[in-house]
């Protein structure tokens, strides 16, 4: 049997193709688990590593895709808003610090101060972990960071946005 599974970005594949290449796949049925289309590479390191590495693995990622289907494409979609919403929670962090230096906002254990300070200095800092001259990734380890501090400091960055009269919603929507 020698049919091709295609997946376009929307990762539209009919259920009847996903069910099959899951039940192959899982029982480790690689005989008809549809084969790939693209010459082998010439050399032997590269064709050893084709052959006996990713096959093995991107048949097991087949199964998760297929497993799946849609939710890999909504993340993608919803990539831009997230980044979005970490960076509006990045500045109420940055504008907690700066009331808390003024005077004007003291209710926020000193823990929690440190947390969002360490993470505003990290992102701030241009040598980290993945450098910002690395086009397309450098600043996902800075996005991370931001993300993760803001998880952390989710009942203060909300009682301050009470205390500042924001609309909590626009920070943190309730999903």
């Known amino acids: 049997m020698s049919s091709t599974l295609t997946a ?3 990762e539209r594949i009919d259920e009847t193709t996903r069910q099959r290449v899951i039940e ?3 029982v480790g049925n690689a005989n008809n688990v549809p084969e790939s289309t693209a010459p082998l590479p010439q050399k032997a390191l590269p064709r050893f590593f084709e052959e006996k590495i990713a096959k093995r693995i991107g048949h097991r990622h087949l199964v998760k895709l297929a497993m ?5 494409t909504a993340a993608w979609r919803d990539l831009p808003d997230r980044m979005h919403l970490v960076a509006n929670q990045t500045k109420l962090m940055m504008e907690l610090i700066d009331d808390y230096r003024a005077g004007t906002y003291r ?4 823990h929690s101060l440190a947390v ?7 992102v701030a800092n241009p040598a980290d972990v993945l450098p910002e001259a690395l086009l397309g990734i450098g600043m996902l380890d800075d996005i991370a960071v931001a993300a993760i501090a803001a ?4 009942r203060d960055l909300k009682s301050y946005c009470e205390f500042k009269g924001y609309d909590v919603s626009e920070y943190f929507p309730e999903n």
């Open 107 to 110: 209710r926020i254990p000193w």
């Open 68 to 72: 799946q289907r849609g939710r890999v």
């Open 8 to 10: 376009n970005l929307e």
């Open 24 to 26: 192959n796949v899982a």
């Open 151 to 154: 998880r952390v400091l989710r």
């Open 116 to 122: 969002g300070a360490a993470a505003i200095l990290y």
